[in-house]
């Protein structure tokens, strides 16, 4: 017996009748053996210039990548590829092969004479005017380039002021560049068509903001959307940035949020689930819908696209972004000293206080346009019936003698909201009881609460719920703010206020209605327990005075009605008040 040494022949009998021939059926690709078979032959099909025999061996998917590919040989053109394109021509790399790979996906032309649309948009193609192919598992529609009639209608309404537009001639127009929006953004992983679906009515405003929780920012927003209805703003959009619509599954109970309920909602998530903020996906989107007011609170990628994206939107739409407060020390998401310089130009600084007013002005008047606009949050006023019976309880609870006064605290347990201060004025009233109520992410004595008279009792879905008579004032110890709506709250529940000097807190309350501390000073703390002290000694009366005072101002600034109106003259008719 003759051994040649060829392996193929010591197969068992069974094996060699899988071999395939060379113009037999097609080869087996189960093994990994075969697979690597197929991708020589199809190298070899590439070579040969797809001979009809090896495209015998190629899979229907192969055969019209096949066919897409020998489309784009014929069709590109080199030369205006490489010219518009110095980085390929720079690397050296073949024109068809880097369109191929990377081009298409990135929205370079093929060619001056050719339209390409890419994915689901090239899927939803008309096929009378594009003609259809499959590249890689992926739609591909293509048809040739042509002037549409509204191109050609803005060019001569613009020659009739400059005559200078016709200069370039008809080759230079015929080569205008034009994209589609769908398209663009299917590049992005972005659904559009199903986004548009579920905006059921074009909106006449926007909002764009990063969660659905409860905070003052959302409160504010809701309000908002509350005064847009009255306004005729209507519908709304509330486009949620940062928030997945699963994680937002419990806003819709949340009594803050229930202006919200009545807009339109749509997470950003949902339809843009690829990493990246895409603003410029954002932009399209906005600008394509074109409402007549587009306002940006707390959302980052929103101030983003306004940055970068402000000219072209302000074309269309009145732009503002809100900057609540301005920490010094830049504590918490200091988009307040971020951004005011790159959308100033294109956009209104909103704010709900005269300091972070004054702050924006100062730092930003010398940009061509600064315009800066005051909008105080909104707050429900309690009716007659409910003030004189919630006076009734405060005269009984001051007129009382307890040994143990309880102060209460709301907001959320975080770093700049004062926790420190307010473990030292714990610590320094140790016979007292501090009751707080708010989210906490960690234990409060990583929190640096560790006074064992500071009683943590959950969060509150509803402030409205807490009965303000079992508490002798309400205390408020953050280290900077806006104007937070917790305060104004509370002005309606007939209970003392005794405030850091924060914020806008000090335009609506002056010293009749309100205690204030100074928050950045080492005897702050001492300031803060002598005044608490203080407000033991004072008589029923001059509590009640106090607490009718702050009622009196909150209501006269901030009530709906006020607030309304405020939202109509701003949004509608775009008179800035700062």
Same mark, same amino acid.
């Given at each position: 017996?003759?051994?040649?040494?060829?392996?193929?022949?010591?197969?068992?009998?069974?094996?060699?009748?899988?071999?395939?021939?060379?113009?037999?059926?097609?080869?087996?690709?189960?093994?990994?053996?075969?697979?690597?078979?197929?991708?020589?032959?199809?190298?070899?099909?590439?070579?040969?210039?797809?001979?009809?025999?090896?495209?015998?061996?190629?899979?229907?998917?192969?055969?019209?990548?096949?066919?897409?590919?020998?489309?784009?040989?014929?069709?590109?053109?080199?030369?205006?590829?490489?010219?518009?394109?110095?980085?390929?021509?720079?690397?050296?790399?073949?024109?068809?092969?880097?369109?191929?790979?990377?081009?298409?996906?990135?929205?370079?032309?093929?060619?001056?004479?050719?339209?390409?649309?890419?994915?689901?948009?090239?899927?939803?193609?008309?096929?009378?005017?594009?003609?259809?192919?499959?590249?890689?598992?992926?739609?591909? $529609?293509?048809?040739?380039?042509?002037?549409?009639?509204?191109?050609?209608?803005?060019?001569?309404?613009?020659?009739?002021?400059?005559?200078?537009?016709?200069?370039?001639?008809?080759?230079?127009?015929?080569?205008?560049?034009?994209?589609?929006?769908?398209?663009?953004?299917?590049?992005?992983?972005?659904?559009?068509?199903?986004?548009?679906?579920?905006?059921?009515?074009?909106?006449?405003?926007?909002?764009?903001?990063?969660?659905?929780?409860?905070?003052?920012?959302?409160?504010?927003?809701?309000?908002?959307?509350?005064?847009?209805?009255? $306004?005729?703003?209507?519908?709304?959009?509330?486009?949620?940035?940062?928030?997945?619509?699963?994680?937002?599954?419990?806003?819709?109970?949340?009594?803050?949020?229930?202006?919200?309920?009545?807009?339109?909602?749509?997470?950003?998530?949902?339809?843009?689930?690829?990493?990246?903020?895409?603003?410029?996906?954002?932009?399209?989107?906005?600008?394509?819908?074109?409402?007549?007011?587009?306002?940006?609170?707390?959302?980052?990628?929103?101030?983003?696209?306004?940055?970068?994206?402000?000219?072209?939107?302000?074309?269309?739409?009145?732009?503002?972004?809100?900057?609540?407060?301005?920490?010094?020390?830049?504590?918490?998401?200091?988009?307040?000293?971020?951004?005011?310089?790159?959308?100033?130009?294109?956009?209104?600084?909103?704010?709900?206080?005269?300091?972070?007013?004054?702050?924006?002005?100062?730092?930003?008047?010398?940009?061509?346009?600064?315009?800066?606009?005051?909008?105080?949050?909104?707050?429900?006023?309690?009716?007659?019936?409910?003030?004189?019976?919630?006076?009734?309880?405060?005269?009984?609870?001051?007129?009382?003698?307890?040994?143990?006064?309880?102060?209460?605290?709301?907001?959320?347990?975080?770093?700049?909201?004062?926790?420190?201060?307010?473990?030292?004025?714990?610590?320094?009233?140790?016979?007292?009881?501090?009751?707080?109520?708010?989210?906490?992410?960690?234990?409060?004595?990583?929190?640096?609460?560790?006074?064992?008279?500071?009683?943590?009792?959950?969060?509150?879905?509803?402030?409205?719920?807490?009965?303000?008579?079992?508490?002798?004032?309400?205390?408020?110890?953050?280290?900077?703010?806006?104007?937070?709506?917790?305060?104004?709250?509370?002005?309606?529940?007939?209970?003392?206020?005794?405030?850091?000097?924060?914020?806008?807190?000090?335009?609506?309350?002056?010293?009749?209605?309100?205690?204030?501390?100074?928050?950045?000073?080492?005897?702050?703390?001492?300031?803060?327990?002598?005044?608490?002290?203080?407000?033991?000694?004072?008589?029923?009366?001059?509590?009640?005075?106090?607490?009718?005072?702050?009622?009196?101002?909150?209501?006269?600034?901030?009530?709906?009605?006020?607030?309304?109106?405020?939202?109509?003259?701003?949004?509608?008719?775009?008179?800035?008040?700062?």
């Amino acid at each position: 017996m003759i051994d040649t040494n060829d392996p193929a022949d010591r197969q068992t009998p069974a094996l060699k009748s899988r071999r395939p021939s060379m113009f037999g059926d097609r080869p087996d690709t189960s093994s990994v053996g075969g697979l690597m078979l197929r991708k020589i032959i199809k190298r070899c099909a590439e070579r040969l210039g797809y001979s009809t025999r090896c495209q015998r061996w190629l899979t229907p998917e192969d055969q019209e990548s096949a066919k897409f590919r020998a489309f784009v040989e014929r069709n590109i053109d080199k030369a205006d590829y490489l010219s518009r394109n110095p980085d390929v021509a720079k690397a050296c790399a073949d024109p068809v092969e880097h369109w191929l790979n990377h081009g298409c996906l990135e929205g370079r032309r093929l060619s001056p004479d050719l339209e390409v649309l890419l994915g689901q948009t090239a899927a939803l193609a008309d096929q009378k005017t594009w003609e259809l192919f499959r590249y890689r598992g992926k739609f591909v $529609a293509v048809r040739p380039t042509f002037l549409p009639q509204r191109v050609v209608d803005q060019i001569l309404e613009q020659g009739q002021f400059d005559a200078a537009v016709f200069a370039p001639g008809f080759h230079a127009i015929r080569t205008l560049r034009r994209y589609n929006f769908a398209d663009l953004l299917s590049r992005h992983g972005i659904d559009i068509t199903r986004l548009l679906g579920v905006i059921s009515q074009r909106p006449r405003a926007v909002i764009l903001l990063p969660f659905l929780v409860i905070g003052g920012v959302e409160k504010y927003a809701s309000a908002i959307v509350e005064a847009f209805e009255a $306004a005729g703003l209507w519908p709304t959009l509330v486009l949620v940035t940062d928030q997945t619509e699963a994680a937002a599954a419990k806003w819709q109970p949340l009594s803050i949020l229930a202006p919200l309920r009545k807009a339109q909602i749509v997470f950003w998530r949902s339809f843009c689930p690829s990493v990246g903020r895409h603003e410029a996906a954002l932009a399209r989107i906005l600008n394509g819908i074109a409402p007549d007011v587009i306002l940006v609170i707390n959302s980052q990628v929103g101030l983003e696209m306004v940055s970068r994206y402000g000219r072209g939107l302000s074309q269309k739409s009145k732009l503002f972004c809100a900057f609540f407060g301005l920490s010094p020390n830049a504590l918490g998401a200091p988009y307040g000293w971020r951004y005011p310089r790159s959308t100033l130009p294109f956009a209104t600084a909103l704010t709900d206080n005269g300091r972070t007013a004054r702050i924006l002005r100062n730092s930003f008047a010398a940009l061509p346009q600064c315009r800066i606009a005051i909008l105080p949050p909104m707050s429900e006023l309690a009716t007659r019936e409910e003030w004189d019976e919630r006076l009734f309880a405060r005269r009984l609870r001051a007129a009382s003698v307890q040994p143990c006064k309880r102060w209460l605290w709301i907001s959320r347990i975080e770093y700049f909201k004062g926790l420190k201060l307010l473990n030292e004025v714990a610590t320094l009233r140790s016979g007292d009881e501090f009751h707080i109520f708010g989210p906490a992410d960690r234990p409060l004595e990583e929190l640096g609460l560790r006074s064992d008279n500071i009683k943590h009792n959950g969060f509150l879905n509803n402030v409205g719920t807490i009965d303000c008579a079992l508490y002798d004032a309400f205390i408020f110890t953050s280290m900077f703010e806006g104007m937070p709506n917790v305060v104004l709250e509370m002005a309606q529940k007939a209970i003392p206020l005794v405030l850091t000097r924060v914020g806008g807190l000090d335009e609506t309350f002056d010293d009749s209605a309100a205690i204030f501390i100074e928050p950045d000073k080492q005897s702050s703390s001492r300031s803060f327990a002598d005044a608490l002290a203080g407000l033991t000694m004072k008589s029923p009366d001059d509590i009640v005075s106090m607490v009718n005072a702050a009622y009196e101002q909150a209501s006269s600034r901030h009530g709906p009605e006020t607030f309304r109106r405020n939202v109509a003259r701003l949004f509608c008719t775009h008179e800035p008040n700062a």
